[in-house]
């Protein structure tokens, strides 16, 4: 049984899907398809742009998500199904672009709602007020006492429950900066401040979650045709207007990632196929359960290595 999963916000390369654009009809036509839904040449700053303009909230949650359906379509044109994985799930931003494959999103409803949920998420809090760590060698439980220390008063919440061993916090910067050395002072291997615009997946992100549930409601969700693992229950939903809420409510909760692969191999999940760029969430599978065989797919070679297997 296999599980099809799609990057979060990090993943973001210059020149990402351009190979694969080329080489298939099927994948330009994402990229083209994203760029009349936002009215903007989003491929051109994909392909040609600068990093640091890429790597914008804004523009880097479409820009995945197109990266990451552009592999979907290349895969389709193979004569590979989003049918072929008995569950999608997405880190974060990955969500909507799990959905987009599942065809509960269109690709132009996906693209938008990224770009006014990227924005939303910029704007909830001023720039140099909020800050993310990540805690490394600590587990959930420590993180989660680490971050109760450190608030003081402020918002200092365990975000991003990675791995075994990786756990994000967010919230205020002096908080999460208290919570930095207060884990290290606990044992913890590393713990670094993340080169983020905002603090995400924290009570502090509240703004955004109102003008989404907005967005959100102008939007028509389908049923998916393979089960979604949620971000913030770490289990299988399909229900239309439950996602609606979820993806609400992920504004403001925790990423489950540990949880969530640990739910799919309970289920039976085997292997698991990163669609789209980078290979971060085939390492955090890895370290979740080594029984996992992982394939990260995000170019024609390795398009090319994955059919066989899928089909």
Not at 60 to 82: H, Y
Not at 125 to 152: K, N, R, T
Not at 218 to 223: E, F, G, L, P, S
Not at 288 to 306: K, N, V, Y
Request: with cysteine; net charge negative; glycine share 8%.
């Amino acid at each position: 049984m296999r599980a099809f999963v799609f990057p979060g916000q990090g993943a973001q390369t210059i020149g990402m899907g351009k190979v694969l654009a080329d080489a298939y009809p099927a994948a330009k036509a994402v990229f083209d398809e994203v760029d009349a839904a936002l009215s903007e040449n989003l491929s051109g700053l994909i392909w040609e742009g600068d990093i640091a303009d890429l790597t914008l909230t804004a523009n880097a949650q479409p820009a995945l998500m197109a990266t990451s359906i552009a592999v979907m379509r290349a895969l389709e044109a193979e004569g590979v199904n989003v049918t072929a994985a008995y569950f999608v799930a997405g880190h974060s931003l990955g969500e909507y672009v799990a959905l987009a494959a599942a065809g509960a999103l269109t690709v132009a409803d996906a693209a938008r709602l990224l770009r006014a949920r990227g924005t939303a998420m910029q704007e909830a809090v001023p720039v140099g007020v909020g800050a993310m760590a990540a805690i490394l060698g600590l587990d959930l439980a420590a993180v989660q006492d680490v971050a109760a220390e450190a608030a003081q008063g402020e918002v200092c919440q365990a975000a991003n429950d990675n791995d075994p061993a990786q756990v994000v916090v967010s919230g205020h910067k002096a908080a999460v900066e208290r919570a930095v050395e207060i884990a290290k002072a606990k044992g913890a291997k590393r713990a670094l401040l993340l080169p983020v615009s905002a603090p995400f997946h924290c009570s502090l992100m509240a703004p955004a979650a109102e003008t989404m549930q907005q967005a959100l409601s102008d939007v028509a969700i389908q049923t998916p045709a393979v089960p979604l693992v949620a971000n913030v229950r770490a289990e299988a939903v399909t229900d239309p207007e439950t996602i609606r809420s979820l993806l609400i409510e992920q504004i403001t909760g925790a990423v489950r990632w540990r949880e969530s692969v640990q739910y799919m191999a309970a289920q039976g999940v085997t292997e698991v196929y990163e669609i789209g760029a980078g290979k971060a969430l085939s390492g955090m599978v890895k370290r979740i359960d080594r029984s996992i065989t992982t394939q990260a797919i995000g170019g024609p070679d390795e398009l090319e290595a994955a059919i066989a297997a899928l089909k």
